[in-house]
């Protein structure tokens, strides 16, 4: 989509990479205060930032979804550079943690991020991943692989229609 090649697979607001999951299309200016469906109008945005902002304008927006975060980490731990959701190479990340300096566990493990990443849809155990171990996907490689489970899931339905309309005709 031009949209994606504009901006990337990144949420415009909080600029966290995102997935089939977490993507959404926003209107810069909201319809509600006179803006339109044009490209130059549309940003890549992330449901949690979309939900946030609402209609407000593009100059109230970072406060905005400051205050309605319902997850909040101390300015000095910095950001996490992955999320929740977010498709990595190694697989999918389901789980976060900080390990702080000057502490028993970040002095064991290493100070900063690490991630729980379940390796493939059948797997039911998670690895943990240092920041600077986890591999992000390419956007090619997002897409295509977006587009496999989209194709995986259109089948699916096509099959689960056949069946229905086999079983009317019985």
Request: glycine content about 8%; hydrophobic content about 30%.
């Amino acid at each position: 989509s031009l949209l994606i090649e504009k901006y990337g697979m990144k949420c415009f607001w909080c600029e966290v990479a995102l997935t089939t999951y977490s993507l959404t299309i926003d209107h810069f200016i909201p319809l509600s205060k006179g803006g339109n469906n044009k490209l130059k109008n549309l940003r890549t945005a992330c449901k949690g930032c979309n939900n946030k902002r609402g209609n407000a304008m593009p100059e109230d927006t970072p406060e905005i979804i400051a205050q309605k975060s319902c997850i909040r980490f101390p300015s000095h731990w910095g950001k996490p550079k992955y999320h929740l959701g977010q498709r990595v190479k190694e697989g999918e990340i389901v789980g976060v943690e900080y390990y702080q300096p000057k502490t028993l566990r970040g002095y064991e493990e290493g100070a900063g991020w690490s991630y729980w990443v379940l390796r493939n849809d059948l797997s039911d155990q998670a690895e943990a991943f240092r920041e600077s171990n986890i591999s992000p996907l390419k956007t090619s490689e997002l897409i295509e692989d977006i587009q496999s489970e989209i194709e995986f899931y259109q089948n699916k339905i096509t099959a689960l229609n056949e069946h229905i309309q086999e079983s009317q005709q019985s």
